[in-house]
């Protein structure tokens, strides 16, 4: 998929995901994420942070957490929902809105993948449906499956056949697990097995992911 279009999804995706957090009570905000140890608030200021991103303080945080990778974003992450209220976190998705900013040493295609995920991340646990667009969640997937860090998909999912069914999108060889490509990419991203009700076939009783 060529950059731009990318990009584009990008901008959709973030201003779908700011007019549902719209609409969400205050009880909500405070609900558990999908993600042990977030909440919605923490998740949704996580999303709208990557066109904020600064190297130095990344780097700085890297090494005051000894290189922990996911210890820095979700402590970042739970410290923008102590400091910011819902009003203001979805104001940032409107000040963001066309930022072509990423973080150093990521994609277009990490924003992408980020906003498709942690959408999900805040709406299963609160009982409500976010559709992803197939085109952009094959994208996703393939920067999931090509990259190691942080979901280590391919050595986590190795043994196992990934086939979509709703879009041309296959990876892996083993068993076949099939799905939707919005489900396949909830696998890849190491999402709890309770997100997973549309995925079936021989693979899946070896599947095991557990935590985000």
């Given at each position: 998929?060529?950059v731009e279009?990318?990009?584009?999804?990008?901008d959709?995706?973030?201003?779908s995901?700011?007019?549902?957090?719209?609409?969400?009570?205050?009880?909500?905000?405070?609900?558990?994420?999908?993600?042990?140890?977030?909440?919605?608030?923490?998740?949704?200021?996580?999303v709208i942070?990557?066109?904020?991103?600064?190297?130095?303080?990344?780097?700085?945080?890297?090494?005051?957490?000894?290189g922990?990778?996911?210890?820095?974003?979700?402590?970042?992450?739970?410290?923008a929902a102590?400091?910011?209220?819902?009003?203001?976190?979805?104001?940032?998705?409107?000040?963001?809105?066309?930022?072509?900013?990423?973080p150093?040493g990521?994609?277009?295609?990490?924003?992408l993948?980020?906003?498709?995920?942690h959408?999900q991340?805040?709406a299963?646990?609160?009982?409500?449906?976010?559709e992803?667009?197939?085109?952009?969640?094959r994208?996703?997937?393939?920067r999931?499956?090509?990259?190691?860090f942080p979901?280590k998909?391919?050595k986590r999912?190795?043994?196992?056949?990934?086939?979509?069914?709703?879009?041309a999108?296959?990876?892996?060889?083993?068993?076949?697990?099939?799905?939707?490509?919005?489900?396949?990419l909830?696998?890849?991203?190491?999402?709890p097995?309770?997100?997973?009700?549309?995925?079936?076939?021989?693979?899946?009783?070896?599947l095991?992911?557990?935590?985000s």
């Amino acid at each position: 998929m060529e950059v731009e279009q990318i990009w584009r999804y990008v901008d959709s995706e973030r201003a779908s995901l700011a007019e549902f957090l719209s609409g969400l009570s205050a009880t909500e905000w405070t609900t558990p994420s999908l993600c042990s140890g977030w909440t919605v608030q923490a998740v949704a200021a996580h999303v709208i942070s990557s066109p904020q991103a600064r190297a130095w303080p990344v780097v700085a945080g890297l090494i005051r957490y000894r290189g922990d990778f996911n210890r820095l974003i979700l402590e970042e992450g739970q410290r923008a929902a102590a400091t910011h209220s819902p009003e203001q976190i979805i104001a940032q998705y409107h000040q963001y809105a066309g930022s072509r900013r990423h973080p150093l040493g990521t994609t277009p295609a990490d924003p992408l993948l980020d906003v498709l995920i942690h959408g999900q991340d805040i709406a299963i646990p609160l009982g409500r449906r976010r559709e992803m667009p197939p085109e952009a969640a094959r994208a996703a997937a393939d920067r999931i499956w090509t990259k190691s860090f942080p979901f280590k998909a391919r050595k986590r999912l190795a043994g196992v056949r990934l086939v979509a069914t709703d879009i041309a999108w296959i990876a892996g060889q083993g068993p076949e697990t099939r799905g939707p490509i919005s489900a396949l990419l909830l696998l890849l991203s190491n999402r709890p097995t309770p997100a997973h009700p549309r995925l079936s076939g021989p693979g899946l009783p070896t599947l095991h992911p557990t935590s985000s």
